[in-house]
């Protein structure tokens, strides 16, 4: 049983060729393509002021340094939106629930930012490893923590996207599971169940949110300590 609950977050594969990709690429089809006008349709003038929206939540706590970063950071935050949502649909993948992916995008950018502050501001940056008036005996035991915390930064970063939604699909498969054996036997019971899930559907939709741009704000923030 706990091998069929788990079988979902598999990659899937046709005639041992892994799907993952087309799963990671298919988002872009929903972006709209560039065309002769500014303005196509309603729906492109709605992605486009949402795609704003997002660039200035993100740009805004950055200095004008860190604008650089803006195109990187909000496609970012769209492909990891788009990705999770599409994930939530019947008969999906959803590549965010691997880890190996997630890792891949968060230690490229987080190293990214530490050699952006190495280079830019090298004091400053070794700086963060040792507290301000930290007590003598205490410096090289602050010092190896402050170290860890710093590079177990990017493995945090993927931890917490692959936990949150691989606990919310879970959770749905469970209750959709109990909801269709008790149907026939407990109808009361599966009607309440029923409802439990339609409730979880909609607070996984805002998880799905929510993650994508937690992971984007600390890359900006880890940003922002370096520049």
Known sequence: MNLTF????SSP????IPLILI????????????????ITSRLSTLQLWFINLVTKQLMMPLHN????????????????????LLG?????????????????????????????????????????L????????????????????????PLALGVRLTANLTAG???IQLISTATMALFSTMPAVSMLALLVLLLLTILEVAVAMIQAY??????????????
């Open 214 to 227: 937690v992971f984007v704000l600390l890359l900006s923030l880890y940003l922002q300590e370096n520049i």
């Open 65 to 84: 340094k860190g604008h650089k970063w803006a195109l990187i950071l909000t496609s970012l935050m769209i492909f990891l939106l788009l990705i999770n």
């Open 169 to 171: 699909h879970l959770l």
């Open 88 to 128: 939530l649909l019947p008969y999906t993948f959803t590549p965010t629930t691997q880890l190996s992916m997630n890792l891949a995008l968060a230690f490229p950018l987080w190293l990214a930012t530490l050699l952006t502050g190495l280079r830019n501001q090298p004091s400053a940056s070794l700086g963060h």
């Open 13 to 16: 594969t046709f005639l041992g």
């Open 130 to 153: 040792l507290p301000e008036g930290t007590p003598t005996p205490l410096i090289p035991a602050l010092i190896m923590i402050e170290t860890t915390s710093l590079l177990i930064r």
């Open 23 to 38: 799963s990671m690429t298919f988002p872009a089809l929903l972006l709209p393509s560039p065309g002769n006008r500014w």
């Open 6 to 9: 788990f079988d979902q977050f």
